[in-house]
């Protein structure tokens, strides 16, 4: 199996796909999304928080360090009763201006994708001539 078909996006039971406002808030409000979308997969509370979590750590990423415009995608896939539920960003590329990494408050800057790979079964970066995907899967308890 090659490594872009190990990137490749499972084909759920259950798929969600939504722009990402390139604007402050914009996270809060996906969010919201994501969470009516948890409750109607009527995932176990700590599987839903942590999916959250994942999704506005990359989603953050996302509006903080790529040009826009950013696409959220969340699937659901249960196979053989192992479930899983995929999480996947993606922008057109890293923007080319930003601030030096100085000037970030590492309290407040840096540690997403440690939490993204600490939460997740299997998680990464997918490079294409479109720009960036990033994705996690977390594993669905049944």
């Given amino acids: 199996m090659t490594a872009a078909q190990l990137d490749a996006a499972p084909r759920g039971e259950a798929a969600h796909v939504f722009p990402l406002p390139h604007a402050a808030g914009a996270v809060s409000v996906v969010r919201r999304r994501i969470r009516q979308i948890l409750t109607d997969w009527n995932l176990a509370a700590d599987t839903a928080e942590d999916v959250l979590l994942v999704a506005s750590e990359l989603l953050t990423n996302a509006i903080v360090h790529a040009l826009p415009p950013a696409t959220l995608s969340l699937s659901r896939s249960d196979v053989d009763r192992c479930g899983a539920v995929r999480v996947e960003v993606t922008d057109t590329g890293p923007a080319a201006a930003g601030l030096p990494t100085s ?21 990464g970066v997918h490079v294409h001539p479109g720009g960036t995907s990033r994705w996690a899967e977390l594993q669905v308890v049944p």
């Fill in 103 to 123: 000037a970030l408050d590492p309290d407040e800057h840096g540690r997403g994708l440690a939490i993204v790979t600490a939460l997740a079964t299997r998680c």
